[in-house]
């Protein structure tokens, strides 16, 4: 299992950035994909996962309906649109994969798999500050 996680950058708080998580040599439309984040200092937190099985989608109580992660299988990725950031979104975020075949699981209960057992790549690092 291959991503490439990019879109970060600088922007001003209330800003807006799309971040992409691209897939390569599988069918990212099988697989739960899941968003992660870990700032300076904190610990790695799930963000947001998108089901591979129904579409559904988790976000964590801080997203507060400011992120919208969804897919595009022709171009087999998948997508964290953030809007109206804050300085406490400053972090590096990370997405995952797990294929939904292999059991059956709710998207946070993905997302918590992902979690525990994720090899990290490099990430895309966001920063929100004026």
């Known amino acids: 299992v291959q991503l490439q996680a990019s879109g970060g950058g600088l922007v001003q708080p209330g800003g807006s950035l799309r971040l992409s998580c691209s897939a390569s040599?599988?069918?990212?439309?099988?697989?739960?994909v899941a968003w992660f984040r870990r700032a300076p200092g904190k610990e790695r937190e799930g963000v947001s996962c998108?089901?591979?099985?129904?579409?559904?989608?988790y976000y964590a109580d801080f997203v507060g309906g400011r992120f919208t992660i969804s897919r595009d299988n022709a171009k087999n990725t998948v997508f964290l649109q953030m809007n109206s950031l804050k300085p406490e979104d400053t972090a590096r975020y990370y997405c995952?994969?797990?294929?939904?075949?292999?059991?059956?699981?709710?998207?946070?209960?993905?997302?918590?798999?992902?979690?525990?057992?994720?090899?990290w790549g490099q990430g895309t690092l966001v920063t929100v500050s004026s």
């Open positions: 040599g599988f069918p990212l439309e099988d697989y739960h």
């Open positions: 998108l089901s591979g099985s129904d579409d559904s989608a």
């Open positions: 995952s994969a797990l294929r939904a075949a292999d059991a059956d699981r709710t998207a946070l209960q993905a997302l918590d798999v992902m979690h525990e057992h994720s090899q």
